[in-house]
T-cell receptor, first 109, second 113 residues
Framework: LAKTTQPISMDSYEGQEVNITCSHN???????ITWYQQFPSQGPRFIIQGYKTKVTNEVASLFIPADRKSSTLSLPRVSLSDTAVYYC??????????FGTGTRLQVFP | NAGVMQNPRHLVRRRGQEARLRCSPM?????VYWYRQLPEEGLKFMVY????????ESGMPKERFSAEFPKEGPSILRIQQVVRGDSAAYFC???????????FGQGTRLTVV
């Protein structure tokens, strides 16, 4: 299982774009990159998953460079309700989900 | 299609008692994962089960903890002779296949007094 490294915390203001980068230098060929969001006292919620280049859904975008050693979760125009912990996970389709310490995003008015 | 259901939401046990945590996965999901989370910390993997089989229990303490996912009924995480250090939030997740979108329950908050 590839190890991931994320910033411990980030601050932003409402309406700004937030980019959270995750390093996974030893990602394997079959590994996917998945991001989850967790609000206090709730279970994590799937945000987005990708393998390479760019993936976009109604919530976020995921940018993955050609070497796949890092990935960036992009949240457009954050609001107060985006304050949460964001986890980056790397693994293939035979793996259990291993969560790191995540990035605590605080959005201010 | 109901989401992942965990019960109870809150459980209080005295030291030495047994705690039973239940998780009903989403319909059609045969993969279940259990995690433990302490306040202000990340989720720690405990065990991964697929119907009637334990696939990976590398994160689960060898003593006092056990898990099952029977052919019929919910998955059960059982903690025998609980101690204060077992106090935590326990989350269950299910997915149709490994490492695809996993859906989490609301968790069971265990307090050992």
């Amino acid at each position: 299982l590839a190890k991931t490294t994320q910033p411990i915390s980030m601050d932003s203001y409402e309406g700004q774009e937030v980019n959270i980068t995750c390093s996974h230098n030893n990602i394997a060929t079959n590994d996917y990159i998945t991001w989850y969001q967790q609000f206090p006292s709730q279970g994590p919620r799937f945000i987005i998953q990708g393998y390479k280049t760019k993936v976009t859904n109604e919530v976020a975008s995921l940018f993955i460079p050609a070497d796949r050693k890092s990935s960036t979760l992009s949240l457009p125009r954050v609001s107060l309700s985006d304050t949460a912990v964001y986890y980056c996970l790397v693994g293939d389709n035979t793996d259990k989900l291993i969560f790191g310490t995540g990035t605590r995003l605080q959005v201010f008015p | 299609n109901a989401g992942v259901m965990q019960n109870p939401r809150h459980l209080v046990r005295r030291r030495g008692q047994e705690a039973r945590l239940r998780c009903s996965p989403m319909k059609g999901h045969s993969h279940v994962y259990w995690y433990r989370q302490l306040p202000e910390e990340g989720l720690k993997f405990m065990v991964y089960l697929q119907k009637e089989n334990i696939i990976d229990e590398s994160g689960m303490p060898k003593e006092r903890f056990s898990a099952e996912f029977p052919k019929e009924g919910p998955s059960i995480l059982r903690i025998q002779q609980v101690v204060r250090g077992d106090s935590a939030a326990y989350f269950c997740a299910s997915s149709p296949t490994p490492n695809t979108e996993a859906f989490f329950g609301q968790g069971t908050r265990l307090t050992v007094v």
